[in-house]
């Protein structure tokens, strides 16, 4: 079965310093990966979609990279802001064509003014 | 654009109680999905839907109930609530396979 771990669970940054958030997943045989945000008492927003064929996603200062043969993704963060202060997940589809997901453990991120 | 629309936002039940959770999408998605966030437990699947009339159980379906009678809509029914029920429900849509999936703002639900 498909499981997902993000490292680490919690980050707390000074503003304006690049960071890294990790996501690894077991099975490789992945059609693609999302990265989401989720602010305190929020839904979850879509930040990137990197499907199984691309190696990055890049949205203004995130960049996602996906390395599908290690089990790996990253999310790189440049020149953070308080702003980003959220928890950030990522996900895999499983069964097929259905196109369900199943998430990490999410990373808490805290960016300090 | 409305996007994923869920109502209600709050609820709160007593044990026993039955209600239904309203999921409304604006997108013409033909995918539709009920999650609930637990802490510690993460995002699971309800139930989910890949097209108008169609419903399939998830990975904790046990306790709910579905239906996608419209395609912009999908209801999630709560039969005979139990404490084990309170949680945060998020409703998602997705044009299809391989797309982005966006979410709704979530339901606060909790039973006592």
């Known amino acids: 079965k498909q499981e997902v771990t993000q490292i680490p669970a919690a980050l707390s940054v000074p503003e304006g310093e690049n960071l890294v958030l990790n996501c690894s997943f077991t099975d490789s045989a992945i059609y693609n990966l999302q990265w989401f945000r989720q602010d305190p008492g929020k839904g979850l927003t879509s930040l990137l979609l990197i499907q199984s064929s691309q190696r990055e996603q890049t949205s203004g200062r995130l960049n996602a990279s996906l390395d599908k043969s290690s089990g790996r993704s990253t999310l790189y963060i440049a020149a953070s802001q308080p702003g980003d202060s959220a928890t950030y997940l990522c996900a895999v589809p499983y069964g097929g064509a259905t196109n369900k997901l199943i998430f990490g453990t999410g990373t808490l991120l805290a960016v300090q003014p | 654009n409305a996007g994923v629309t869920q109502t209600p936002k709050f609820r709160v039940l007593k044990t026993g109680q039955s209600m239904t959770l309203l999921c409304a999408q604006d997108m013409n998605h033909e995918y539709m999905y009920w999650y609930r966030q637990d802490p510690g437990m993460g995002l699971r699947l309800i139930h989910y839907s890949v097209g108008e009339g169609t419903t399939a159980k998830g990975e904790v379906p046990d306790g709910y109930n579905v239906s996608r009678l419209k395609k912009q809509n999908f209801l999630l029914g709560l039969e005979s609530a139990a404490p084990s029920q309170t949680s945060v429900y998020f409703c998602?849509?997705?044009?299809?396979?391989?797309?982005?999936?966006?979410f709704g703002e979530g339901s606060w639900l909790t039973v006592v």
């Open positions: 998602a849509s997705t044009p299809g396979f391989g797309n982005t999936i966006y």
